[in-house]
């Protein structure tokens, strides 16, 4: 008797493959990324995924994956505008900014439509201080 190959498991973070998730967990996970740009006009753009994760993080593992890896590129957001606000004095700070506010408002509206459809989000070229 020749044993099957077992079934092969989709790549994860594949569009055809979204995890079933409740429409309220899907809202707290797209207010995780979507919540940075409001909090980040008047406070740090990581108070908002600190908050969801505080509040729905420990009763939705879907929450709190992207309650965290929102949180993690805000820190690493953080810390590049701080570079680009002390290069600015040597006009290089200016120019690396504005491509960078192009990549973070795509990156966070990925993460908010990923969030939304039930689906995985990794932040590309962020160091993941919060696991």
Not at 7 to 19: C, F, L, T, V
Not at 46 to 64: D, E, K
Request: proline share 8%.
């Amino acid at each position: 008797m020749t044993s099957q190959p077992g079934p092969s498991w989709p790549p994860r973070g594949d569009p055809r493959y979204a995890e079933p998730v409740p429409t309220d967990d899907r809202n707290w996970a797209m207010a995780a990324h979507l919540g940075s740009f409001l909090t980040a006009w008047f406070a740090l753009g990581l108070v908002a995924p600190l908050v969801v994760l505080l509040l729905r993080g420990g009763s939705s593992a879907y929450v709190r994956r992207h309650a965290i890896e929102s949180l993690n590129f805000q820190i690493n957001a953080f810390v590049w505008s701080v570079l680009f606000g002390l290069l600015a004095f040597l006009i290089i700070g200016i120019v690396l900014l504005l491509p960078y506010l192009a990549f973070y408002a795509i990156c966070v509206v990925v993460g908010a439509v990923r969030a939304s459809s039930g689906r995985s989000f990794r932040y590309p070229l962020t160091i993941r201080f919060l696991s």
